[in-house]
């Protein structure tokens, strides 16, 4: 986002897609383009990028997926960034689940897109296991859960996660810390300091 586009800029776009003004979709992309792109690379940086999928490809296929349906329902900026790292989370563990079905014997070659794709063959499992302890740590608090997904995948501030939340940043820090000794519990590694 640019210092000219202020966040109420982006607010007022996804008010307009929401009463089914379509033409936002355009100049909404082009102002969360960047923020998209910084979320994208640090889903990879984090959880690794299965095959040849880069950070462009999962921008673009993350805003497919939150524009297919006729009518958003995002309310405000935070909270558009907060529904576009799930949706990266979503195409980082499907494509971590086609990885490793096509080792078990689909037998195709990935086909690469740029130079700066990563191949993570080992990391396909770890992000398939991530994705499950996720699910059991929402089984268990789904608050927690979301926590994980605002700070880690999102890459949202204390204070920005608490806004989406809807709690205290007191509140986000005590999640925050209780869903990262679930995790590291949960995938077998020593708690975190």
Avoid at 116 to 143: F, M, N, Q, S, T
Avoid at 167 to 188: I, M, P, S, Y
């Amino acid at each position: 986002m640019t210092p000219s586009e202020p966040p109420l800029d982006i607010t007022r776009l996804l008010a307009s897609l929401e009463t089914g003004d379509r033409e936002s979709m355009d100049r909404l992309f082009s102002l969360v383009y960047d923020e998209l792109h910084r979320i994208a690379r640090l889903q990879r940086r984090k959880g690794g990028s299965p095959e040849t999928l880069n950070t462009t490809a999962i921008v673009h296929e993350a805003y497919l997926k939150l524009f297919r349906s006729e009518r958003v329902a995002v309310k405000d900026r935070t909270h558009f960034f907060a529904v576009a790292a799930r949706a990266m989370r979503q195409i980082l563990v499907d494509h971590a689940r086609a990885r490793l079905a096509r080792k078990r014997g689909g037998g195709e070659q990935p086909v690469a897109l740029d130079e700066a794709e990563i191949p993570v063959d080992a990391r396909a499992a770890e992000i398939l296991e991530l994705d499950r302890a996720l699910d059991r740590l929402a089984g268990v608090d789904e608050r927690l859960g979301r926590v994980v997904e605002l700070r880690y995948f999102a890459g949202l501030s204390v204070e920005e996660s608490a806004e989406v939340l809807a709690v205290h940043a007191r509140t986000v820090k005590k999640d925050w810390r209780k869903a990262r000794a679930f995790l590291h519990r949960e995938l077998g590694h020593a708690p975190a300091s």
